[in-house]
C-alpha cells in the first residue's frame, strides 16, 4: 500500500507598503513620460522649460510607443 503524504505549501505575501510604493513610481513615471510638458523642470527653469523641453524630447520614441500624440 501506498503511504500519506503530507505537502506543505508555504505563501508569501507582499507587503501592501510595497505595492504602494510600485504604484507610486509607476504613476511617476507615466506622468514624467507621457504628460510632462516642461512641469518638471519648470520648478528650475520657469516658463522657459515650457518651451525647451527637455524631458519630452529624451523620451519621444517613448511617447510613440505608448501612445501618447505629442505633435
Do not use: N
Not at 2 to 19: D, H, N, W
Not at 24 to 33: D, K, N
Not at 34 to 47: K, N, T, W
Amino acid at each position: 500500500m501506498t503511504e500519506p503524504r503530507q505537502i506543505t505549501v508555504s505563501k508569501t505575501s507582499v507587503s501592501k507598503l510595497a505595492i504602494l510604493a510600485l504604484a507610486i513610481v509607476f504613476a511617476a513615471g507615466l506622468f514624467v513620460v507621457g504628460f510632462d510638458q516642461g512641469h518638471i523642470f519648470s520648478l528650475v527653469y520657469g516658463e522657459q522649460a515650457f518651451t525647451d523641453l527637455y524631458i519630452h524630447e529624451l523620451t519621444h520614441d517613448m511617447r510613440h510607443a505608448a501612445g501618447f500624440p505629442c505633435h
